[in-house]
């Protein structure tokens, strides 16, 4: 019934729907549901510690037989810019003295672990099916390992010429990330991009898409800007063989996100956001709040990814306590539309609308032949 079961045939599911991975936003229990109704459930590792992965990965095949992917960062770690840093906090200092915080205390760094040799360890323990990675790919030693312990890899693009190097590297799919996906862009080439100077250059879903489908011989993963079944049956018309689907799924009661920022999302359907260095040093798509109108959106103050959220957190701290997102970081796509439906039944109406549309399409071109 689907027109393109490559990635249902390669991943062992049912459904042409990959559970974006959102760290921070979500645990085992939300991929549980999405792998139950058929999804790929995905697991993000980038904030966990290893014991941590391998109690979530325990969680969900105690509840599910189903594949199981894990996501991963491949960033590098910036070398210490002290000052950059002290740039950065001096941008701050006017709201840190407003909040009555000392701008001169310690921050604790930011948690975001790229992959190494620890998580590729764990990779040979668990055997996901999946692993999946975002900002490139690992080393060739340390992919080909993943590779060797069954695992499919796949890796975001965000244009053309990162596909192409994804799918040259290794990768048997390529996520192709539109302009509209919340959360962090999957940039990885271009300096320029990754730093957040010129994402206004980077391409929207459906100028992505039909562009990376015909570069490359793997099938594609559209995301970006895809809530309900419109948009996955458009995504397959333009060439892809599954989507992944993150925004959505916030409004899921399995999401762990803060109640301020399920407030934000069920106030917009997703124009009232845009891309931010300012929380983490790299571009992401969020709703816009204070911290993104007075110091960015994008800052060429910013410390490096993911040094920015440092000294940001006192003051995200603050104003949390107080009822006030200002400081929060609230990952959004350009398209959302709030539901009371949990992960299950998400997963399920966004299959059966998408099918409907591809159905009713296939009846009309069978009574014009």
Not at 185 to 212: I, M, T
Not at 255 to 274: K, Q
Request: aromatic share 8%.
């Amino acid at each position: 019934m689907w027109p393109d079961r490559r990635i249902q045939d390669l991943f062992g599911i049912a459904l042409p729907i990959v559970q974006a991975p959102m760290a921070g936003a979500h645990k085992a229990e939300l991929a549980i549901a999405a792998a139950r109704a058929g999804a790929l459930g995905s697991l993000p590792c980038a904030m966990l510690s290893p014991q941590q992965a391998r109690e979530q990965v325990a969680q969900f095949r105690a509840a599910v037989g189903a594949p199981v992917n894990l996501n991963f960062f491949c960033h590098r770690s910036a070398a210490p810019d002290p000052a950059r840093e002290a740039a950065w906090r001096a941008r701050l200092r006017p709201y840190y003295l407003e909040f009555g915080l000392d701008p001169d205390a310690a921050s604790a760094a930011a948690a975001r672990a790229p992959f190494d040799e620890t998580w590729c360890a764990l990779v040979e323990e668990l055997r996901p099916q999946v692993v999946s990675f975002h900002f490139g790919l690992p080393e060739p030693a340390l992919l080909a390992r993943v590779r060797a312990a069954g695992a499919r890899a796949i890796g975001s693009a965000t244009t053309v010429a990162e596909a192409v190097w994804l799918e040259r590297n290794g990768c048997d799919a390529v996520i192709a990330q539109g302009n509209e996906a919340g959360g962090h862009r999957g940039v990885f080439l271009d300096d320029e991009f990754s730093n957040g100077e010129d994402v206004s250059r980077q391409a929207g879903l459906f100028a992505l898409l039909p562009r990376v489908a015909d570069a490359v011989k793997v099938p594609v993963i559209a995301a970006g800007g895809i809530f309900d079944g419109r948009g996955i049956a458009a995504a397959f018309a333009l060439g892809a063989a599954a989507v992944q689907v993150g925004t959505a799924y916030l409004f899921c009661a399995e999401a762990t996100i803060a109640p301020l920022h399920r407030r934000a999302l069920a106030a917009g359907e997703g124009d009232d956001t845009a891309l931010t260095n300012v929380f983490s040093g790299r571009p992401a798509r969020g709703i816009v709040n204070r911290a993104m109108r007075e110091v960015g959106p994008l800052s060429p103050l910013a410390p490096t990814f993911p040094g920015a959220g440092a000294a940001l957190a006192p003051l995200r701290g603050h104003a949390e306590a107080a009822g006030d997102d200002g400081f929060m970081s609230l990952w959004s796509g350009q398209a959302r539309r709030a539901h009371a439906l949990d992960a299950f039944e998400l997963t399920r109406e966004l299959a059966r609308q998408a099918l409907d549309l591809i159905d009713r399409v296939g009846e009309r071109d069978l009574e014009r032949d």
